[in-house]
């Protein structure tokens, strides 16, 4: 299966502040997501971002994919402690599986 | 809004037991999902039923089976809990042919502890 690596494992960062987290994955897909994780919780989806983008907008948050490289970045700005969870990638495969990277903690600070 | 409920938060068993989670969802998805999550593993996929008495296995389906008699409802079941399957068990819902695609929609999880 192709799980994905996120990088880094666990951010710290102060409210206001822009938090940067990486995925890489290693064949091809056909979309890949974001979700979040508050603790102790089921996940909630942020974004979808097709194979054929290479950017996407939603609110505070950004998602770049590179197919080349197989890898993406989801960029959260203007952080606030309410962003403080896990944040995990996703790379979708046949019927609609998931295959879920190892996910990013991310502490904002207020 | 979408809602998947699961039958248990909090579960503790004892080792050998047979252990029943149940999963519901309300928007009349095709698929569903069941994950387990621990520590540094993210989460892995166990069984997934892309339709009614459908399955399939995921990656780890040893020690566990499924059960979909409706479409609403997919049950996990542990024949005989160990103390390793103590974890995190997620359900999940998403549809092929409505709404956002591939879009998995998440129960809160049940906290299985196996003594």
């Known amino acids: 299966s192709q799980q994905g690596e996120e990088d880094p494992q666990a951010l710290s960062i102060q409210e206001g502040e822009n938090a940067t987290m990486n995925c890489s994955y290693k064949t091809s897909i056909n979309n890949l997501q974001w979700y979040r994780q508050n603790s102790g919780r089921g996940l909630v989806h942020l974004i979808l971002?097709?194979?054929?983008?290479r950017e996407k907008h939603s609110g505070r948050l950004r998602v770049t994919l590179d197919t080349s490289k197989k890898s993406s970045s989801l960029l959260i700005t203007a952080s606030r402690a309410a962003d403080t969870a896990s944040y995990f990638c996703a790379m979708r495969g046949s019927y609609g599986k998931l295959t879920f990277g190892q996910g990013t903690i991310l502490t904002v600070h207020p | 809004d979408v809602k998947v409920t699961q039958s248990s938060r909090y579960l503790v068993k004892r080792t050998g037991e047979k252990v029943f989670l149940e999963c519901v969802q309300d928007?009349?998805?095709?698929?569903m999902f069941w994950y387990r999550q621990d520590p540094g593993l993210g989460l892995r996929l166990i069984y997934f039923s892309y339709d009614v008495k459908m399955k399939e296995k995921g990656d780890i389906p040893e020690g566990y089976s499924v059960s979909r008699e409706k479409k609403e409802r997919f049950s996990l079941i542990l024949e005989s809990a160990s103390t390793n399957q103590t974890s995190m068990y997620l359900c999940?819902?998403?549809?092929?042919?409505?709404?956002?695609?591939?879009?998995?929609?998440f129960g809160p999880g049940t906290r299985l502890t196996v003594l």
């Open positions: 928007m009349d998805h095709e698929n």
């Open positions: 971002i097709r194979s054929n983008e």
């Open positions: 999940a819902s998403s549809s092929r042919l409505a709404g956002p695609p591939d879009t998995q929609y």
